[in-house]
């Protein structure tokens, strides 16, 4: 039984069972990674998942169901769990099967040459990576992590209102982390990259940046305590706003846990800053036509020069305001219930280059990575204190390699105090979005050190 066949059959047994009106989301996915280690490959999975959410109305509320396994059988278990799962539902909140846009934008998120690409090839791609970080400097001990993720994505949405979507896209990741040794002086250094072709995948530059980042902290030291002038190089940046995104969720902030409450036509940032949430973004990890509801996704600046112009919207929280949902419901999986996620948002990019950015300090700190992300911030009240490494800056210059320090503050202050904000661009790893920024220049942030 083809998908076609079994939701025609699904929604007409639905219907005979009590439903008012029904809806299927189909998600299904393959992945293939390879790691190597000295030469060898040390690991080589392929996953493949696919399975089917179900949900309808029963009695006005809203029961919920999924199963993997997508044939006659499974018919019957549906519609019993998402009725039972109906009658133990206590929210208030009005829930309700979308018709559909009125216009979806032309969105193409899927390489067909990556798919032809030979495993042969992959495997020789995350090799060859590895022999060039270990050729580049005799100061590499070991290429702690070397590999390459390639992964494919389907979705399909089809309910008893006439909607019927469907959306593909694939992505390679490529990662090297090499661990570099001088005497009894130990550092690491990583990079990734993030495409959806094959051919844009370049080792021996991956491989290079992470060693050289590895091998200029050697003989890294602490810094004295106080507080300075602080630029959060991109992917730093990047790294922190994906930890504090929730706190554009409509939903978070009708629970209160977001102190943007109330805030939307308000100063919340510097009026250099500028939030996109971009679903259309080329390249894009989050690229899509639609969202998890089937509502068309739309381009929206939700910070505009430094003023909150909308929160992140799915049906519930729209409905709830009366307003227009955005297209940012998100499934994590079709297992998942419907939440509310960004889709490729990032900080706009300034006119000021890295290096002029530097060249304005007179006394400070570069910070390049930061750790305790999930442990030490809080999105509700916006307070992080972060174990952090980077460089100090003398006189508008890199003058030496700094660890062992602890970077705090508050991210509301500290979307107000950003001074500069340079001309690159930066992603992080995709999770809940896939969220970038450019380096900025933070006007004061405390630190911790020696």
Known sequence: MDKKEFIELLFTQGKQAGFEDMEVYISSSNELEIMVFKGEISNYSISDEEGLSFRGLYNGKMGYSYTEKIDKSSIELLINEAIDNSKIIDSN???????????????????????????????????????????????????GYCLLSDSNNSTMIVNTKGLNLESKSNQYIAYISAVIKEDD????????????????????????????????????????????????????SANILKTFAVI??????????????????????????????????????????????GVASQKKKVINKGILTTYLHNLKT???????STGNAYKSSYKSPIDIAPTNMYIEKGDVS??????????????????????????ISGDFSLSAYGY??????????????????????????????????????????????????????????E
């Open 93 to 143: 909140d009005e829930e309700y099967i979308f018709q559909g846009s009125d216009k979806y934008e032309q969105v193409n998120n899927y390489n067909e040459k990556s798919e032809a690409v030979p495993t042969e090839n992959k495997i020789d791609f995350v090799m060859k990576m590895e022999e060039e970080g270990l050729r580049i400097d005799n100061r590499v001990d070991t290429i």
């Open 185 to 236: 002086d130990v550092k690491t250094g990583a990079k990734y990259e993030i495409t959806n072709c094959f051919n844009d995948l370049n080792g021996k530059t991956l491989a290079k940046h992470a060693i050289d980042e590895g091998i200029s902290m050697l003989g890294a030291k602490s810094i004295e305590s106080g507080d300075y002038p602080v630029i959060l190089r991109g992917d730093v």
């Open 248 to 293: 554009f969720s409509a939903d978070n902030v009708n629970k209160d846990v977001s102190l943007l409450k109330g805030k939307v036509s308000k100063q919340v940032a510097s009026p250099i800053v500028t939030l996109v949430d971009d679903p259309f973004m080329e390249n894009g990890v989050f690229t899509r036509a639609f969202d998890a509801e």
């Open 318 to 324: 729209a409905n709830k305001d009366n307003i227009q």
């Open 354 to 379: 890295f290096d002029d950015m530097v060249k304005s300090i007179e006394k400070g700190l570069i910070i390049i990575n930061v750790q305790g992300l999930h442990s030490g911030l809080n999105t």
């Open 392 to 449: 100090e800056i003398i006189d508008g210059e890199i003058n030496r390699p700094v660890n062992q320090i602890t970077i705090s503050g508050n991210y509301f202050n500290l979307l107000k105090d950003i001074e500069q904000i340079s001309d690159d661009l930066k992603f992080t790893m995709p999770g809940y979005g896939y969220i970038g920024s450019p380096s900025i220049k933070i006007k004061s942030l405390s630190v911790a050190g």
